[in-house]
């Protein structure tokens, strides 16, 4: 298998996965909307799809490296700006006069400012680091890789949670003081970081036996496994595949 091909190859499996990341980050927006209960926990139903961006984050990363990662978070990134652009003004137009749906619809897309300055800031620091642990550790496993299925998976894995961790846990530490701070108090704030991050990290473990799987078709198909030797983490440096 080879380490690098051409990096201005687009493959038909990194469209359609950066088209479902765009969806998950869009669908999540909208369920944030709704709190929900889990025992004694309280979250948000986006935690439902959101935690999905974080494994085709990890998955782009493995097969096909930082450069094409630090791509697609910007991809996402734009794709959600424009769709809360987008409800923003359908939310300030006014309503017919027939229509009685203004307060309902109000609850989904009147996201307020300091709402959507803390997602947009948290997600991209939170998904940055996530891809940056990722190349990283692949890095420094390469040369104690394991050729077996067994070991791969193992080394995979490890990366997987791990950088899903520190991805989860720095979006949770800039999202939750700047959105809610002085909202609900301060002393529920660590509480309230540890139970996202640990319920997030949870789900992506729970996930790992199908990403593993992704993750081996997808280096199959593309006959890609980029190691990132030689590359710029700055992440605004969007043309360096």
């Known amino acids: 298998m080879q380490e690098n091909k051409s990096p201005h190859r687009i ?10 990341f765009c969806v998950c980050l869009i669908t999540a927006n909208v369920l944030e909307t ?14 439902i799809v959101f935690p999905i961006s974080y494994i085709l984050n990890d998955v782009v990363c493995e097969v096909w490296g930082y450069g094409r990662t630090r791509l697609l978070i910007w991809i996402g990134f734009a794709m959600n700006f424009l769709f809360v652009i987008f409800g923003a003004i ?16 109000h609850q989904i897309f009147g996201l307020a400012p300091r709402i ?48 899903t961790v520190f991805g989860e846990l720095t979006d949770s530490i800039i999202f939750f003081p700047l959105a809610l701070g002085g909202v609900i108090p301060w002393e529920e704030m660590p509480s309230l970081v540890i139970t996202q ?41 969007i043309t360096k595949l």
Not at 140 to 163: E, I, M, T, Y
Not at 208 to 233: A, C, G, M, Q, W
């Open 116 to 163: 959507a300055g803390a997602s947009f800031l948290a997600f991209i620091c939170g998904s940055f680091m996530n891809a940056y642990v990722m190349s990283r550790m692949k890095l420094s496993s390469q040369n104690r890789h394991p050729a077996s299925s067994d070991g791969f998976s193992k080394n995979f894995s490890a990366r997987a949670v791990l950088s």
């Open 34 to 47: 709704k709190q929900i209960s889990f025992g004694p926990a309280n979250m948000t139903a986006g935690l």
């Open 90 to 105: 359908a939310d300030w137009i006014p309503g017919a006069p027939y229509w009685h749906g203004e307060e309902g619809f």
């Open 197 to 237: 991050v640990t319920i997030k990290t949870l789900y992506e473990i729970v996930a790992l036996p199908v990403t593993i799987r992704v993750v081996k078709f997808t280096k199959s198909h593309d006959n890609e496994d980029v190691f990132d030797h030689d590359i710029t983490y700055n992440i605004f440096k």
């Open 11 to 20: 493959s038909v499996l990194f469209m359609l996965y950066s088209i479902l």
